[in-house]
């Protein structure tokens, strides 16, 4: 399995995963011309999508809705503001050629947010953005992912500091928010697993939050729990430029 971040944070997110025969593209949040030239950087085009999964309703998952056949679109009910032929449910797999796909319910201020655990026959991504905690009914679904994309939105003194209103930073920080730093490394710690290869951290904050501050928040977690961290490849995902991970399907 292979998977390329082509932005992440609060200006538009998309992700591609990629297997021997299928290609998803989770979110839609950018421009046609960002997917594109995200694409043409694994040679790749649009037309090779084979579905569309989408996370929630906010404006920076949907924006390039219109840039997207329905046809692949794949999303809970009340998710999308369109007709959407292919609705899924929480906690039910479903495919898309050679990828069994589950939602899983996350704790967004959106209509019906979930993320997804993507597997294909020989390894599995959990994916999880935009969250205020980490559902821990969850743990026996998503436990052991190879690959684990999961959202690290801020380090808390660093948002109290900015300019935002006292309501936003509210919002934020309670449980249909975001993960600060620290509450993402504790739900990281208890989904990884002896198969766990990759752990990114998205949706970092440009206001408030670095990537430096973000892994090392991380390092002080695991050593607090006592877990070797340098096990893991663990790097954090950009708003302007791509991330790559895993390894595509013809490598060894």
Same mark, same amino acid.
Do not use: G, K
């Given at each position: 399995m292979f998977y390329h971040i082509i932005a992440s944070g609060s200006k538009g997110n998309a992700t591609i995963v990629v297997s021997n025969k299928s290609v998803l593209l989770i979110d839609m949040g /950018?421009? %046609?011309t960002r997917l594109t030239e995200g694409l043409?950087? /694994?040679? %790749?085009?649009?037309n090779d999508i084979t579905g569309a999964l989408f996370t929630h309703d906010h404006t920076d998952h949907i924006s390039g809705l219109k840039f997207i056949s329905p046809k692949?679109?794949?999303a809970?009910?009340?998710t999308l503001p369109t007709s959407l032929s292919n609705v899924v449910n929480v906690n039910e797999p479903f495919k898309i050629g050679d990828f069994t796909i589950t939602p899983i319910r996350t704790s967004h201020d959106a209509k019906n947010p979930c993320g997804y655990l993507i597997k294909d026959n020989e390894e599995s991504l959990f994916y999880m953005t935009d969250t205020g905690v980490f559902l821990e009914d969850n743990i026996p679904l998503v436990k052991n992912p190879t690959y684990l994309i999961i959202e690290s939105n801020h380090d808390i003194k660093m948002l109290l500091a900015t300019n935002r209103t006292f309501e936003l930073k509210q919002r934020i920080l309670g449980e249909y928010g975001h993960l600060c730093n620290e509450d993402s490394a504790v739900a990281a710690i208890s989904i990884i697993g002896d198969n766990t290869k990759e752990i990114t951290l998205a949706h970092l904050s440009e206001e408030a939050n670095t990537p430096e501050t973000?892994?090392?928040a991380y390092e002080k977690?695991?050593?607090?729990?006592?877990i070797n961290k340098d096990k893991y490849l663990i790097r954090c995902a950009n708003q302007w430029k791509s991330l790559s991970g895993g390894h595509l399907p013809h490598e060894n």
């Open positions: /950018i421009s %046609l043409q950087e /694994i040679n %790749l085009t649009v692949i679109m794949y809970l009910e009340r973000a892994l090392e977690i695991f050593a607090h729990f006592h």
